[in-house]
């Protein structure tokens, strides 16, 4: 049978706490990148272990099984994403024009910089996976529910039309991130790579640019 205690992994010697928290953030970030680019089926433990210069007994030891481990990577990827953005632009009803178009351009500059959160769920988006609604339940909803509450606020007092809210979303939340979800393809028909800072800056103005310079009253 395999041990996969720590100690055996670190040797004789027990790992300092700080040691063993290096190390599993190490795993943790593996994991990500690896969910992000090849889907849960695609991480094997071979793959994660070699990417983070562990073991694949000492991912098991911090993480148990599979399913643990993808829950744990989405969950601090979406954590990341919610510490980069600025407070929402609807505060008690009242909408700051300034606080919408600094929130829209965070998000789409931190999907940008960091779009794993948003290729993980992709992968996972396909089917109603277990994985899936775990996530809708732990994170996806809530965070939904706020974004329609806000377009909802900002239809009310004018600021966009009247359609369907989740639709609106949809559309901005895929304006915001899809060039960088598919920056070889976007290099490829462009002649630029989109994540470099210039074309980071020229997709987040031209996003703003689409929903921001007719949205709201005179």
Do not use: C
Request: hydrophobic residues 40%.
């Amino acid at each position: 049978m395999t041990d996969t205690s720590e100690s055996t992994h670190a040797g004789r010697n027990k790992p300092a706490a700080k040691d063993r928290l290096h190390r599993r953030e190490w795993i943790l970030n593996a994991a990500i990148r690896s969910f992000a680019s090849r889907g849960f089926e695609g991480s094997t433990w071979k793959i994660i272990a070699e990417a983070a210069g562990v073991t694949q007994g000492l991912i098991r030891f911090y993480f148990g099984d599979k399913e643990t481990l993808w829950r744990e990577a989405v969950q601090r990827a979406r954590d990341d994403r919610i510490a980069h953005m600025p407070p929402s632009a609807v505060q008690d009803g009242n909408v700051d024009r300034a606080g919408v178009e600094r929130w829209l351009r965070a998000y789409a500059e931190h999907v940008a910089r960091f779009p794993e959160e948003a290729r993980i769920l992709t992968h996972e988006a396909q089917f109603p996976t277990e994985r899936l609604r775990w996530a809708a339940e732990r994170f996806m909803r809530e965070d939904a529910d706020a974004f329609i509450d806000a377009v909802r606020t900002l239809q009310a007092q004018g600021w966009f039309p009247g359609m369907d809210p989740h639709a609106l979303r949809y559309m901005m939340v895929g304006a915001a991130q899809y060039k960088f979800l598919v920056p070889g393809e976007a290099e490829l028909l462009t002649g630029q790579d989109p994540r470099t800072d210039e074309g980071i800056k020229r997709h987040v103005d031209a996003v703003v640019a689409l929903f921001m310079t007719h949205a709201g009253k005179p």
